[in-house]
């Protein structure tokens, strides 16, 4: 059993709408990653927040924003998406971002449409 | 840049059988960690093993263990007595000890194991 969670599971949105994405985690870590994973590739990194921080932003355009209220949750606000936006979206958690931590843990992400 | 190659796109396996699965990767840093990570079908990313370039032992987790060659840059995995629910696409993760959460991954291996 997974300890990210993330809703919703399934999400289609047109271009023009602004939705956003949660995820969740109870193990007390304080690093959170977005992920973009398309049809049989691996995951992409988008962000990471460590301590609440943005800490590393993969050049991802900007109508993806990401947002960390507390360390336990982390959203990612969509708006004018494109249909190539289209992907499995995973979050993960890991005891920090720092040596000796890395071991992530991936929610069961969130399936986007954009049409 | 550190990068992980994975030359199996796929593979398969009796069940009961053994199978390995080969990465490779590539860096100059003398510290950092291994992992391979299973996404089932059902998609969620789990955790299979991990290893740390410090550790000459070789990390083993009930059925699965790795072969980690730090000299040749080498870290496959050895999947005992194999089981259907083995199936799953199987990725080969690198993270380097200066990072601060990028893991890099490789293109994945697809395992069916056959009953």
């Known amino acids: 059993d997974t300890e990210v969670t993330q809703t919703p599971k399934h999400l289609v949105m047109g271009m023009t709408n602004k939705k956003s994405l949660k995820c969740e985690q109870h193990m007390g870590h304080r690093a959170m990653y977005w992920y973009k994973q398309k049809a049989k590739k691996p995951p992409e990194l988008m962000f990471v927040?460590?301590?609440?921080?943005?800490?590393i932003n993969e050049s991802v355009p900007s109508r993806f924003s990401p947002e960390c209220p507390n360390s336990s949750l982390l959203n990612l606000h969509l708006h004018a998406l494109q249909p190539e936006d289209s992907a499995l979206y995973l979050c993960?958690?890991?005891?920090?971002?720092?040596?000796?931590?890395?071991?992530?843990?991936f929610g069961p992400g969130t399936r986007l449409t954009v049409t | 840049a550190q990068t992980v190659t994975q030359s199996q796109p796929e593979m398969s396996v009796q069940e009961a059988e053994t199978v390995t699965l080969s990465c490779t990767y590539d860096?100059?840093?003398?510290?950092?960690?291994l992992f391979w990570y299973k996404q089932p079908p059902s998609r969620q990313m789990i955790l299979v093993i991990r290893?740390?370039?410090?550790?000459?032992q070789n990390a083993t987790e009930n059925r699965f263990s790795v072969n980690f060659q730090k000299a040749a840059k080498s870290f496959s995995l050895k999947i005992s007595d194999s089981q259907l629910g083995d199936t799953a696409m199987y990725f080969c993760a690198f993270i380097g000890g200066g990072s601060q959460g990028n893991l890099i991954f490789g293109k994945g291996t697809k395992l069916s194991v056959k009953p």
């Open positions: 993960a958690s890991s005891q920090s971002s720092g040596l000796g931590y890395y071991e992530q843990y």
């Open positions: 927040y460590s301590y609440e921080k943005l800490s």
């Open positions: 860096t100059s840093e003398n510290n950092y960690y």
């Open positions: 290893q740390e370039a410090y550790k000459q």
